[in-house]
C-alpha cells in the first residue's frame, strides 16, 4: 500500500484528499482491500454502483460488447446506444437523448441547449441554487451554487442567477426578459442531502409554464433507482423538460445521457454538440442491463429500506446531542452533524464500514440498492458505537 500510495503523491495531480485505503475487489455490497479486510459499502461510488459492484449480468454484457466491438464513430450507426436512447426516452418521456461521458457534460448539455434556444429570443440566463452541485467545468462550475468551488478559476460564466432552494418567491424576483431556463436538482447530494418540498418543485413547473422557461433536472445523482423511482421526479408529480443522468446509468462505467423533451428536439442541429466517446457501445449495453435490473421489487426495496434506515438515525438523533437532522429520499440520506465529520468517516472505515461526508458536517449514505435490514442495523450498530466513545 506504501508503494501505492508513493506513486499516486509522485505521479497523479492532488485533486482528492484520499483515504488510506486501497481497494481490490468488489461484489455487490462489499468491497475488500489489498489485505483482505471487507468493508460494507455504503457509498457506492459516490452512487455510481446502484445495482452493487461487479453485478454479473453487468459484467456479462460489457463482456459480450468488448468482444465484438468497442468503440464506433458517431459517424456511423451502432444498435447498443440506439437502443438505449429509446429505452431512456420509454422510461421518461418522448423526445431524443445526447450521450457523453460525465454529468459535468450531461449539464454542459442542457446548459448548451437551453442557451441555443433561448437566444433567438433574447434569452439566455440560467437560474440556479445555493447549495448546488452541477459539475467542474467552467460552465457547471459556475452554475453550482457554492462560492468555494468558484474561488481561484475567475471569471466565472456570465448568465447565471442564484436562487434559494425551497423558496420560490426568490426565483420569482429573478425571473426577467433573459431568463431561458431553470436547473435544479430534485435532491442536493454534494450540497448536503436536502430534497426539494413537492410544493417547490410544483411552484417552479408553474412558472416555468407562465413565462415560457425550460426546467431542467440534474438527476445525476438522483437517477436510476437511488431515491426509490427510477428517476427522483416521479415522486413529486413534475415532469422537466430536460433530464441529466450520469454515475450509476451503467452500474460503473463512464456514461452520461441528457434527455430533452419531444418540444426541444429540433434545437440542436447537425455540429452544435458532441463527445467523441459519447454512446461508447460497451457503458451503453452495460446501461442498458442496468436499466433491466432495476425492476419494481428493487425499487420497493429502495423505498422501504430507506424508510428503514431513517428511522434508525432518528432514534440515534434521540440520543445524541450533536445529531442535528436526518434528511433524504429513498437510499440518498444524510446525517447532519454539529461538527466536521470526517474523523467519523475514518472510524466507520477501521470497522468496516464505508461512508462519506459532504458539506464538511454531513454523514452521506449512498449505499447500494440491494442493501437489508441486517445491513442497516449494522452501520447503524457501528455509527452508535463511534458516536457514544467522542467527547464532544
Not at 11 to 32: P, S
Not at 108 to 124: D, H, Q, S, T, Y
Amino acid at each position: 500500500m506504501k508503494h501505492i500510495i508513493k506513486l499516486e503523491k509522485e505521479f497523479v495531480f492532488q485533486t482528492y484528499k484520499r483515504h488510506e485505503l486501497y481497494l481490490i475487489k468488489g461484489k455487490d455490497k462489499y468491497v475488500w482491500d489489498y489485505n483482505g479486510k471487507k468493508y460494507l459499502d455504503f457509498f457506492a461510488g459516490i452512487s455510481v454502483c446502484n445495482v452493487g459492484h461487479c453485478h454479473p449480468r453487468v459484467v456479462n454484457a460489457i463482456k459480450k460488447q468488448a468482444e465484438k466491438l468497442i468503440h464506433v464513430s458517431n459517424h456511423y450507426y451502432a444498435q447498443p446506444y440506439v437502443e438505449l436512447a429509446r429505452e431512456l426516452a420509454k422510461k421518461t418521456f418522448p423526445g431524443k437523448v445526447f450521450f457523453s461521458n460525465s454529468g459535468a457534460e450531461a449539464n454542459e448539455c442542457a446548459i448548451k441547449l437551453a442557451r441555443k434556444w433561448g437566444n433567438p429570443r433574447g434569452k439566455n440566463e440560467i437560474i440556479v441554487f445555493s447549495g448546488s452541485f452541477h459539475g467542474r467545468t467552467i460552465a457547471t462550475l459556475t452554475a453550482t451554487g457554492q462560492v468555494k468551488f468558484h474561488k481561484g478559476f475567475e471569471p466565472l460564466v456570465p448568465g447565471f442567477k442564484y436562487a434559494k432552494f425551497n423558496d420560490l418567491s426568490s426565483v420569482r424576483k429573478l425571473i426577467n426578459s433573459k431568463t431561458a431556463a431553470i436547473l435544479i436538482e430534485p435532491v442536493q447530494g454534494e450540497g448536503g442531502v436536502y430534497p426539494a418540498s413537492k410544493e417547490f418543485l410544483k411552484g417552479l413547473k408553474k412558472l416555468c409554464k407562465k413565462h415560457g422557461l425550460m426546467l431542467i433536472f440534474d438527476e445525476i445523482q438522483t437517477g436510476i433507482g437511488r431515491t426509490g423511482e427510477l428517476f427522483a421526479y416521479k415522486h413529486y408529480g413534475v415532469v422537466p423538460d430536460v433530464i441529466t443522468l450520469a454515475k450509476s446509468l451503467a452500474g460503473g462505467l463512464p456514461i452520461a445521457a441528457t434527455v430533452v423533451n419531444k418540444k426541444y428536439e429540433s434545437v440542436f442541429s447537425y455540429g452544435d454538440h458532441g463527445s467523441t466517446f459519447g454512446g461508447n457501445l460497451v457503458p451503453c449495453s452495460a446501461a442498458l442491463e442496468v436499466l433491466d435490473i432495476i425492476t419494481p421489487r428493487l425499487l420497493s426495496n429502495t423505498r422501504n429500506i430507506g424508510k428503514y434506515f431513517i428511522e434508525k438515525l432518528i432514534k440515534l438523533k434521540q440520543k445524541y446531542d450533536f445529531v442535528k437532522e436526518i434528511r433524504g429520499l429513498g437510499l440518498m440520506i444524510g446525517l447532519e452533524l454539529a461538527f466536521n465529520g470526517r474523523d467519523i468517516v475514518k472510524s466507520c472505515q477501521d470497522k468496516g464500514l464505508i461512508i462519506n461526508c459532504t458539506n464538511d458536517n454531513v454523514l452521506r449514505f449512498l449505499p447500494p440498492l440491494t442493501i437489508n435490514k441486517t445491513d442497516v442495523d449494522k452501520a447503524v450498530s457501528i455509527l452508535d458505537d463511534i458516536f457514544g466513545k467522542l467527547n464532544v
